[in-house]
Each structure stands twice: as C-alpha cells, then as structure tokens.
T-cell receptor
Framework: EAGVAQSPRYKIIEKRQSVAFWCNPISGHATLYWYQQILGQGPKLLIQFQNNGVVDDSQLPKDRFSAERLKGVDSTLKIQPAKLEDSAVYLC?????????????????FGEGSRLTVL | DAKTTQPNSMESNEEEPVHLPCNHSTISGTDYIHWYRQLPSQGPEYVIHGLTSNVNNRMASLAIAEDRKSSTLILHRATLRDAAVYYCILRGMGSGGSNYKLTFGKGTLLTVNP
C-alpha cells in the first residue's frame, strides 16, 4: 500500500529565497495536514485541509507561508521569503474520515518529511 | 487543547518491558488518549489509542487509570527498533474537522540498550 509521499526530501536555500514542498496523501484520505517540526520539538500543526477546504490555519504564518490543496488531493506548501527560523522538517500527514480502506477515522499517516535548511 | 505531561527521556534494556507514563489531569470526558511514536528521521506513526478501557494491539498495550487522569503505554519486550520519541496526545471525540487535529508535545525519548 502506498503511503504519504513528500518531495523534496532535503532542501537548502538562503534566507529571503522561496521554497515549495509537495505532498501526495494516501488515496481516499479527505483530510491533509502540514506540520512543522523544529529540531528537538514535537511537530506543530501549520494547516489542516478537509477535501480542498481549510479547517484550521491558525498557526500558519500567513505573511510568508501559503498552502493549497487543489482538487482535494495533492497539496503544496510554500515559504516566501524564507527566514533562518524556518529551518525545520515539514511533515505532511493524511487521514480518512469514514474509515474502511486505510486507517481508522482520524488516524494520521505521516510522510517522511522534507528537511529545510535556511542559511 | 488539554495538555499531557511526559518524562523527557527513559531508558530500557532490550527484551525487557517498558512502561511509558503520561499525565493528563485536565482530560475531558470525550477526549481519546492517543499514542504515536517517531523513529529517527521518520514521520510519527500511530501506536494505539483508547478512551476508558485498557487496549491491546500487536505493537503495545495501553493502560488507562480509572479516573483517566493518567495512562501508561506498555511495550512488552523492547527491541532496538523501538528506540523512538513517544508522544501521548489527547484528541476530541467528534468526527471530522478540527477534532481530528493532533497537538504534539515534546514526547519521551526512549533509548533501548542492547
């Protein structure tokens, strides 16, 4: 069974540059999440989508971060311009609502993450 | 979100049982207790969850205190592959929407010695 796919796995940029991360959730999962994990901390939710609508983006720094989930499947997370403190692993996760198939309702499946280093 | 408190780190020996504690004194009656773990360089993965009764699955057991203010994740025989950060998380009962959001703390770093 295919899991959550993310790319790129690693990215190094200089501050003030832009970067984009891509996520392909598990097929049929209506809910998609982007988390930011800074070294030594637990993941922090940035944004949650249900289908192609935003459920929660209260912790997304909207002056520099944006995310979209067109057609309710793939999603991209963009940072522009990047700051040093954005260095982190960006994790994408997905979950089903109704169960059956892959996972219980609300069980999150995570990708391996995209590690961003801002110099 | 109701908060959980876990020790920063714990150590175990291979093939011995491990009991990972979690305090959640402000838990509400409709909060599920979820455990996830994060292996090095990977995203978190689901371990187990429960509401009131103790739960067992192929990975672990979850023991929930009668007053639900604490719980313990039990790994019956730790292996080197169980070395990870273990997160105890409370999640609301309602279906869909923000109730499926997970708020992670720092978790417990479990070291397993050979």
């Amino acid at each position: 069974e295919a899991g959550v796919a993310q790319s790129p796995r690693y990215k190094i940029i200089e501050k003030r540059q832009s970067v984009a991360f891509w996520c392909n959730p598990i097929s049929g999962h209506a809910t998609l999440y982007w988390y930011q994990q800074i070294l030594g901390q637990g993941p922090k939710l940035l944004i949650q989508f249900q289908n192609n609508g935003v459920v929660d983006d209260s912790q997304l720094p909207k002056d520099r971060f944006s995310a979209e989930r067109l057609k309710g499947v793939d999603s991209t997370l963009k940072i522009q311009p990047a700051k040093l403190e954005d260095s982190a692993v960006y994790l994408c996760a997905s979950s089903t609502i109704q169960g059956g198939g892959q996972g219980r309702p609300g069980e999150l499946f995570f990708g391996e993450g995209s590690r961003l280093t801002v110099l | 979100d109701a908060k959980t408190t876990q020790p920063n780190s714990m150590e175990s020996n291979e093939e011995e049982p491990v009991h990972l504690p979690c305090n959640h004194s402000t838990i509400s009656g409709t909060d599920y207790i979820h455990w996830y773990r994060q292996l090095p360089s990977q995203g978190p993965e689901y371990v187990i969850h429960g509401l009131t009764s103790n739960v067992n699955n192929r990975m672990a057991s979850l023991a929930i205190a009668e007053d639900r203010k604490s719980s313990t994740l039990i790994l019956h025989r730790a292996t080197l592959r169980d070395a990870a950060v273990y997160y105890c998380i409370l999640r609301g009962m309602g279906s869909g929407g923000s109730n499926y959001k997970l708020t992670f703390g720092k978790g417990t770093l479990l070291t397993v010695n050979p």
